[in-house]
């Protein structure tokens, strides 16, 4: 006893190994093999079949679409989401806490209430359907459904990196910009951008894996028509409910491998932002 | 130019407050008041009926239940992983640290699939249990599982900042006092945690209520029996019936509103300096 110290923190080996085995075993249960899953059906039928699933002309059509709704809500909910921070994390006003809680609010929506929402509006007997049709205005089962809906789904995810890391750094290097005669574009330019560049990459990152993977939302406005406004993963829908397994795992790889290489660049930049 | 310097005010507040307002508004604000709209032009009568059939009550006791019980699986088992993520030291660490956020990465048609393959009975685990008698695929333990893989992050990550952050003289003095390692866990650490255990818990049980895309596939879908609420409203909009949909999605507006409650209480009650 008296010849070496234990760490009063330390637990005793059993009792570690037997923590690590069960948070492991849990995750291996839940998480690992889900992936490995994937992969494992995806190739069930050889190479063949996989390279087949991905290049045939309604999978291209799908990640078509995908990479067009992304290009759009990437940028959009990007400037909304410096313009959001800026105003919040620089300006004291009335009303701060509300507009906070309202930029929050699509994360507390369910996804089939989100694409409902817009049913409501443009739909057939929706508040604005009957109008829009008349003039041969096509927001439903078309790409601006997609993208509205997909916007409304990924709409905190940049003002949420920024506004924490904003109000945290203060403004005092921004006034010493503008003190010195640089302009408001210039100051937010190589003053602003600089200091949150991390952590607006960050929030880019998580728009466009939900923004390329949402399901539920897409699935309400989309109206599944092949070729035409399906996204990947209602695409991967579609031949799961047509049996065609190894196809829907082919194309839901990508997917998955988009996941996986959001996870990598999360950790990546996650360290950044530690260490400033 | 020398007057706004001295003010000491940044430029660009109209800017970025209108732009964010705008943006709101377009894209929360209208949507959300056509729900309004859309229940005011209803009999509360027919509202209440609508949102009460037998059909939506059940789906009510499967999601409302099975997003609890995920939730609970998800607290016992998050805190147990934060602990062994943020305490031991093991190889693989970093990997799996990123993995805990997969469910938020991975698009939700993909884990549901996958969860839907993996838990199947011929599947890899699926296949282990049907000897048991335990089918989880097609029953209400299959929006179980989909729930937890889905709310596995919240309570994870809640609560590792705080482990963190915990200060090591309070085990140290426990550890002096006499106590052993687990009554000390027991009595000192864990109470600590707890209120950030209890926000990754609410947040996971919001999130359980509103999924769909997991759940669908692994469910069964069988009206009464393993129809969730997200899904039923799915139903609906598909039959045009938006007065059906839209009441249901009240439930889940008022349901969602309460949680957000929660949180805003736990969050006050957790605030540090009350208690430190």
Request: glycine share 8%.
């Amino acid at each position: 006893m008296s010849g070496h110290f234990r760490d009063p923190r330390a637990e005793p080996a059993w009792l570690r190994w037997t923590l690590c085995a069960l948070a492991l075993g849990f995750l291996a249960l839940f998480l690992a093999v889900p992936v490995a899953a994937v992969f494992a059906q995806a190739f069930s039928k050889g190479w063949q079949v996989y390279a087949a699933a991905i290049r045939e002309p309604m999978a291209l059509a799908a990640v078509k679409l995908t990479v067009i709704v992304a290009a759009i809500v990437v940028p959009l909910n990007t400037a909304f989401g410096l313009a959001a921070a800026w105003a919040v994390a620089r300006f004291r006003f009335r009303g701060k806490q509300l507009l906070v809680t309202l930029i929050d609010l699509p994360f507390s929506v369910s996804p089939v209430v989100a694409g409902m929402l817009f049913v409501l509006l443009f739909g057939a007997q929706g508040l604005l359907g009957p109008w829009l049709t008349e003039r041969g205005v096509r927001i439903l089962f078309a790409l601006p459904g997609i993208v509205l809906a997909t916007l409304f789904v990924t709409l905190p995810f940049v003002a949420r990196q920024l506004i924490p890391l904003m109000e945290s750094q203060g403004a005092a290097e921004e006034e010493a910009a503008l003190t010195l005669g640089a302009s408001g574009w210039k100051t937010f330019l190589w003053v602003t951008l600089p200091k949150i560049r991390w952590a607006l990459l960050y929030g880019l990152i998580l728009t466009n894996a939900r923004a390329m993977g949402e399901f539920g939302a897409v699935s309400v406005v989309s109206g599944h028509i092949r070729g035409r406004t399906n996204t990947i993963p209602l695409h991967v829908e579609i031949l799961y409910n047509e049996y065609q397994f190894a196809a829907a795992f082919a194309v839901a790889s990508l997917l998955t491998l988009l996941a996986l290489v959001t996870l990598a660049a999360q950790a990546g930049l996650a360290r950044r932002l530690r260490d400033g | 130019m020398t007057g706004r310097a001295e003010r000491g005010a940044l430029p660009g507040f109209g800017l970025s407050l209108g732009v964010t307002l705008l943006y709101l508004a377009l894209l929360v604000l209208v949507p959300l008041a056509t729900v309004v709209l859309r229940t005011a032009s209803l009999p509360l009568e027919r509202i209440w009926e609508l949102a009460t059939s037998a059909r939506a009550l059940a789906s009510y006791r499967l999601t409302f239940g099975a997003a609890a019980l995920a939730a609970a699986i998800n607290l016992v088992f998050g805190v147990l992983v934060a602990w062994v993520l943020e305490r031991y030291r093991f190889p693989g660490r970093r990997v799996v640290d990123a993995l805990v956020d997969l469910p938020f990465a991975l698009p939700t048609a993909v884990a549901g699939i996958a969860l839907a393959a993996v838990y199947a009975p011929n599947g890899w685990i699926g296949r282990w249990l049907e000897p048991l008698g335990v089918k989880i695929a097609y029953t209400p333990l299959g929006v179980v599982v989909a729930l937890t893989f889905i709310g596995l992050p919240f309570v994870v990550r809640t609560v590792q900042p705080v482990l963190a952050d915990l200060d090591p003289a309070l085990e140290e003095a426990a550890a002096t006092l006499g106590a052993g390692r687990l009554a000390t866990l027991r009595r000192v650490v864990l109470p600590e945690l707890a209120p950030a255990a209890a926000t990754g818990f609410v947040l996971a049980l919001a999130r359980g209520l509103g999924e769909y895309g997991s759940v669908i596939f692994i469910a069964g879908n069988l009206p009464m029996k393993s129809e969730i609420t997200a899904l039923l409203i799915m139903v609906r909009l598909e039959e045009y019936d938006y007065a059906g949909a839209t009441a249901i999605a009240l439930v889940f507006l008022a349901a969602s509103f309460l949680l957000l409650l929660t949180l805003n209480r736990l969050a006050r009650g957790s605030r540090p300096g009350a208690a430190r």
